[in-house]
T-cell receptor, first 118, second 112 residues
């Protein structure tokens, strides 16, 4: 079974609208972490946001928020007020196990290509 | 200047050749990783190292080897390159704790 599933290969959103990128995960560990990265067409990987499995509040970073639904094993990324510069590939990733044990080995999903339109 | 530097940025090589991809970092992180990215497959872990004397295989280590020459340097070698190793290769580092991975700009490798 896939550990990280991103079911939307591509998405379009109008500028200034909000968009949700889906991510579901599969783990039997109680301690884990979820990350989102952005990859623009230039290729670099940019860290956006992190959610720990024990964090009670949903993570937020500026226009990015993570809609964490633990029982459903989902960690969707919400981008508010989309901008043209948000057009990129977005990857969801998971660290399984406690940080001290497994370090930060991440398993990545296959990504969602987001296109922001005028 | 980049905190995680990969060289070369692009490389074209022939089947059967040995090549080395290099990674150096100025972030002072102990943990270093090599990933490869293929279209439609996301990023997959090749090798990782938590300190100079620690080397671990990742999900797809066959056909690859690594060397951790110093805390700041982590090299990936393809002993005998084959065309299905054509990919974008990323080096990454992380601090301890739940800190994110910090990626280099990638090396685009083509094996003909």
């Amino acid at each position: 079974a896939q550990k990280i599933t991103q079911t939307q290969p591509g998405m379009f959103v109008q500028e200034k609208e909000a968009v949700t990128l889906d991510c579901t995960y599969d783990t039997s560990d109680q301690s884990y972490g979820l990350f989102w990265y952005k990859q623009p067409s230039s290729g670099e990987m940019i860290f956006l946001i992190y959610q720990g499995s024990y964090d009670e509040q949903n993570a937020t970073e500026g226009r990015y928020s993570l809609n964490f639904q633990k029982a459903r094993k989902s960690a969707n990324l919400v981008i508010s007020a989309s901008q043209l510069g948000d057009s990129a590939m977005y990857f969801c990733a998971m660290r399984e196990g406690a940080v001290t044990g497994g370090g930060n080995k991440l398993t990545f999903g296959t990504g969602t290509q987001l296109k922001v339109e005028l | 200047d980049a905190d995680v530097t990969q060289t070369p940025r692009n490389r074209i090589t022939k089947t059967g050749k040995r090549i080395m991809l290099e990674c150096s970092q100025t972030k002072g992180h102990d943990r270093m990783y090599w990933y490869r990215q293929d279209p439609g497959l996301g990023l997959r872990l090749i090798y990782y190292s938590f300190d100079v004397k620690d080397i671990n295989k990742g999900e797809i280590s066959d056909g690859y080897s690594v060397s951790r020459q110093a805390q700041a340097k982590f090299s990936l070698s393809l002993e005998s390159a084959i065309p299905n190793q054509t990919a974008l290769y990323f080096c990454a580092t992380s601090a301890q704790g739940s800190s994110p991975l910090h990626f280099g700009n990638g090396t685009r490798l083509t094996v003909t």
